[in-house]
């Protein structure tokens, strides 16, 4: 079945089609002549490919093609690259269910969230689309007799992005998309965990160049390897931004490196997304909410709600009913349409995942549910969990922590000060939620004294964002903004522009010189 997959996709070297590519862009695809690497399913830890990774020459070379292709792409006119977008789009869009089958088996992810993980991969390209006919600046009033001022918006460059295996594809995409219509060249460095996804994706852009004979081979190119790959990758000046996902020691390392050339990083790190509900709350509303943010993706998402901060008056009746809810949560395979909870991703994050719920019950957390291995005769290499909701101080330090699982921290609060200052009092700030009916509190949560958040929502969940949105979050999430609004100014360069047509040289700030 995995085999059939594999030739399905087509992501073999060009020398061998037994060998799977790790360098893949245009009309390269290359066996790697780094390590091996061995990827396993999350689903029952069973090995789907062998993938040698790419060496340091074979990196170098990528980013040398990357360049001489940006040297190109960059003159191609924008809705010609956007045209390009729209046909990669169609063929997403064609081949959606075998993509997130891949997603299902390589990330361990239930088939409803994979289709919708392609299906945000087919709205960014759609907003690329419309976005490659409005990269557009302002114009300015000079202060000078017959000037004008002006802004344009120029390429970039070689575009380096690397993701994580949670998001193994619309991560790249909010990303690549961009970059393409913006007249950029992108590498993209995959999580070592969902190569192959990253291969397929490759796989469809690699077809719409067939379509763009002017366009570059080398436009997009995937390359597979590990931390050392995106080191030497970050520390590349040819590379004007790096485009980091993951956890926050990944990211500090990236802004290092990055930083000490003085190029550019755009982060989105850890969360420790919260919600508040307040005791007006429409409290079913509010439990469906809960659910989704906080066991989706098994608490796998940058934006899984992991704190609940709730009004002392209905914390009791809440824990009840998310108790019973989470105590009959269909686990198992994430290809049974009735799973709501797939596995973990590996042995480590289940290992993580116990070690924060000792530290929470050492901290004097009391577990209300959850938090045990659930373990399948047919799957014993899985790593199944029971979400778990723990009560805990808003001061225990593993509630101040993301611990990427599905661990839910129930905190009461007393006044709404309170719960907005227990909100902020972490160190990270992607997303954040608020249920209430009380307009003062919605408006106030939202306000510049509310959630110190990238996202902030009211009466929905922290999870599950839309692509139309800038997305991104504060503190060590890293500032970045990736995707909708105008994140697409990332990917180019500013020229401030001054033109003068009159018959004189006046100077700004009066000076009279000579
Ligand atoms: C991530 O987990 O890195 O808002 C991204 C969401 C998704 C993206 C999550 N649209 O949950």
């Known amino acids: 079945m995995i085999n059939q997959l594999l030739n399905q996709l087509d992501i073999y070297t060009h020398a061998n089609?037994?060998?799977?590519?790790?360098?893949?862009?245009?009309?390269?695809?290359?066996?790697?002549?780094?390590?091996?690497?061995?990827?396993?399913?999350p689903i029952d830890g069973s090995p789907v490919a062998t993938i040698n990774m790419a060496s340091k020459a074979q990196v170098d070379q990528a980013i040398q093609r990357a360049s001489e292709a940006f040297i190109k792409i960059r003159t191609i006119p924008a809705p010609k690259r956007g045209d390009f977008v729209r046909v990669l789009g169609n063929l997403f869009r064609e081949r959606?269910?075998?993509?997130?089958?891949?997603?299902?088996?390589?990330?361990?992810?239930?088939?409803?969230?994979?289709?919708?993980?392609?299906?945000?991969?087919?709205?960014?390209?759609?907003?690329?689309?419309?976005?490659?006919?409005?990269?557009?600046?302002?114009?300015?009033?000079?202060?000078?007799?017959?000037?004008?001022?002006?802004?344009?918006w120029h390429p970039l460059g070689p575009v380096v992005v690397i993701s994580a295996f949670n998001f193994p594809m619309a991560v790249w995409a909010w990303n690549t998309m961009l970059a393409i219509v913006c007249g950029d060249t992108v590498i993209w460095k995959p999580s070592e965990k969902t190569p192959l996804c990253a291969l397929a994706c490759q796989r469809l852009i690699d077809e719409s160049l067939n379509h763009f004979p002017e366009f570059p081979c080398a436009l997009s190119q995937v390359v597979v390897g590990d931390y050392s790959v995106g080191e030497q990758l970050s520390r590349d000046s040819r590379i004007p931004l790096v485009s980091a996902t993951g956890s926050v020691p990944m990211g500090i390392k990236v802004a290092k490196a990055v930083s000490a050339r003085l190029g550019r990083s755009l982060l989105e790190l850890g969360g420790n997304n919260a919600m508040i509900v307040s005791a007006s709350a429409e409290i079913e509303l509010a439990l469906r909410a809960i659910v989704f943010s906080a066991v989706g993706t098994c608490g796998q998402r940058c934006t899984t709600?992991?704190?609940?901060?709730?009004?002392?008056?209905?914390?009791?009746?809440?824990?009840?009913?998310?108790?019973?809810t989470y105590e009959g949560l269909p686990i198992g395979d994430p290809n049974n349409p009735a799973t709501l909870v797939g596995p973990l991703i590996d042995r480590q994050a289940f290992n993580l995942m116990q070690s924060a719920i000792t530290e929470a019950k050492q901290a004097g957390g009391r577990l209300i549910c959850g938090g045990e291995r659930v373990i399948f005769a047919d799957k014993?290499?899985?790593?199944?969990?029971?979400?778990?909701?723990?009560?805990?101080?808003?001061?225990?330090?593993?509630?101040?922590?993301?611990?990427?699982?599905?661990?839910?921290?129930?905190?009461?609060?007393?006044?709404?000060?309170?719960?907005?200052?227990?909100?902020?009092?972490?160190?990270?700030?992607?997303?954040?939620?608020?249920?209430?009916?009380?307009?003062?509190?919605?408006?106030?949560?939202?306000?510049?004294?509310?959630?110190?958040?990238?996202?902030?929502?009211?009466?929905?969940?922290?999870?599950?964002?839309?692509?139309?949105?800038?997305?991104?979050?504060?503190?060590e999430t890293g500032g970045g903004r990736e995707s909708g609004s105008d994140a697409w100014k990332n990917y180019m360069r500013r020229t401030t522009n001054t033109i003068n047509f009159g018959n004189d040289i006046p100077l700004a700030q009066g000076i009279t010189f000579g």
């Open 305 to 324: 709600l992991r704190r609940l901060i709730v009004h002392e008056r209905i914390a009791d009746d809440l824990a009840a009913r998310l108790k019973v």
């Open 96 to 152: 959606k269910l075998q993509l997130a089958e891949l997603i299902t088996l390589e990330c361990g992810k239930i088939l409803q969230e994979s289709l919708g993980e392609v299906q945000e991969v087919i709205d960014i390209c759609d907003f690329a689309v419309g976005l490659s006919r409005q990269l557009h600046g302002l114009t300015i009033v000079s202060e000078r007799p017959n000037h004008r001022m002006m802004e344009q």
């Open 380 to 475: 014993e290499n899985g790593f199944y969990v029971r979400p778990a909701i723990i009560e805990i101080d808003s001061l225990a330090d593993v509630a101040k922590q993301e611990t990427f699982a599905p661990i839910l921290y129930l905190i009461r609060y007393h006044v709404f000060s309170d719960a907005i200052a227990i909100h902020n009092a972490v160190p990270q700030g992607l997303s954040s939620a608020i249920f209430t009916t009380d307009l003062r509190e919605a408006e106030l949560f939202l306000s510049v004294t509310g959630s110190d958040c990238g996202l902030a929502n009211v009466n929905i969940g922290t999870s599950g964002a839309e692509i139309g949105g800038a997305f991104g979050g504060e503190k």
């Open 17 to 41: 089609q037994s060998e799977i590519a790790a360098v893949m862009g245009g009309n390269t695809r290359l066996k790697g002549e780094g390590e091996k690497l061995q990827v396993y399913s």
